[in-house]
Nanobody
Framework: QVHLVESGGGLVQAGGSLRLSCAASGNIFSFNTNTVRWYRQAPGKQRELVAVFSSAGGTYYTDSVKGRFTISRDNAKNSVYLQMNSLKPEDTAVYYC?????WGEGTQVTVSS
């Protein structure tokens, strides 16, 4: 069993940056060798996939964040990161880290205009 904890959210003005972290504990081998995803859910909207770091080292981004967000992983720290630049008000959401069926509790990102 792996446990995920997100951090790094906060309130930022449009155009600003935040770096989210997803730290794993428990079954670290599973975390470090499998695909990890970042999702977000805005108020009144469905949860959407934002970025993926695959087990093979590939990355994927949803169109709305391409060129602004970067996902990375540090297996030595059992962590996956989401660097978010040029933030927009529409990026406001709770951001969740995901590994298979395991989810963190999320971290709130609020971007003011």
């Amino acid at each position: 069993q792996v446990h995920l904890v997100e951090s790094g959210g906060g309130l930022v003005q449009a155009g600003g940056s935040l770096r989210l972290s997803c730290a794993a504990s428990g079954n670290i081998f599973s975390f470090n060798t499998n695909t990890v995803r970042w999702y977000r859910q805005a108020p009144g909207k469905q949860r959407e996939l934002v970025a993926v770091f695959s087990s093979a080292g590939g990355t994927y981004y949803t169109d709305s964040v391409k060129g602004r967000f970067t996902i990375s992983r540090d297996n030595a720290k059992n962590s996956v990161y989401l660097q978010m630049n040029s933030l927009k008000p529409e990026d406001t959401a709770v951001y969740y880290c995901n590994l298979d069926q395991t989810w963190g509790e999320g971290t709130q990102v609020t971007v003011s205009s």
